[in-house]
């Protein structure tokens, strides 16, 4: 595909829930990042893969979240025991760039809805 | 901490008008600027960015950005607006290894 894709689209968790977001960057893309909009709110940095290597996981919001790139390309975004708190917009974006002060290429985003 | 204010949360317009939607940012030093846009339905994608050089940056669709280090500004401007530029502004600054983005300008324009 040309650009970054994210499954799911949509997800309802009950609280107490964990919840596994993917996202698939652009191929080649070496840095990808994950962020957070909560409603009427711009996106927050959550975490920064460089490759497989999280050089910053410092917006991770607590020890509920945990965000992988095991090779490289594909991510997951993980939320364990899910808080009604959580409920966001998760976005994830890549660059073909090393660094994170690049522009970046966002996907459409998983819209997370914890009852 | 960063942070990044964006004068207004909605703004509406009607076609061909002016448009210009504020962005300040907090701190002065080394700073590199966008300006990010989600139309209905879509990604967000980029619309300009300010690196370095010309504070004057011109962008896709006819927009234009001016990087005022003095007054912490790099305010989005349009001289004359479509339809079609209905969408949600974001200001975002990368400074101090962190990409900031501002809460956004949703604007709005009337045929």
């Known amino acids: 595909g040309a650009g970054v894709s994210q499954s799911p689209r949509y997800k309802v968790a009950k609280r107490g829930q964990d919840v596994a977001l993917r996202c698939d960057p652009i191929?080649?893309?070496?840095?990808l990042f994950w962020y957070q909009q909560a409603l009427g709110q711009g996106p927050e940095f959550l975490t920064y893969f460089q490759n497989e290597a999280q050089l910053d996981k410092s917006g991770l919001p607590s020890d509920r979240f945990f965000a992988e790139r095991p090779e490289g390309s594909v991510s997951t975004l993980k939320i364990q025991r899910t808080q009604q708190e959580d409920s966001a917009v998760y976005l994830c974006a890549s660059s073909p760039s090393r660094g994170k002060q690049e522009t970046q290429y966002f996907g459409p985003g998983t819209r997370l809805l914890v009852l | 901490a960063q942070s990044v204010s964006q004068h207004n949360h909605h703004v509406i317009l009607s076609e061909a008008a002016s448009l210009e939607l504020g962005c300040n940012y907090s701190y002065g030093g080394t700073v590199n600027l966008f300006w990010y846009v989600q139309y209905p339905g879509q990604h967000l994608q980029l619309l300009l960015k300010?690196?370095?050089?010309?504070?004057l940056v011109k962008g896709i669709k006819g927009f234009e950005a001016e990087f005022i280090k003095s007054k912490f500004s790099f305010n989005l401007r349009k001289p004359s607006v479509q339809w079609s530029d209905t969408a949600e502004y974001f200001c975002?600054?990368?400074?101090?290894?962190?990409?900031?983005f501002g809460k956004g300008t949703m604007l709005l324009v009337s045929p």
């Open positions: 300010y690196f370095s050089g010309d504070p």
């Open positions: 191929s080649g893309h070496v840095s």
């Open positions: 975002a600054a990368f400074q101090y290894s962190t990409l900031t």
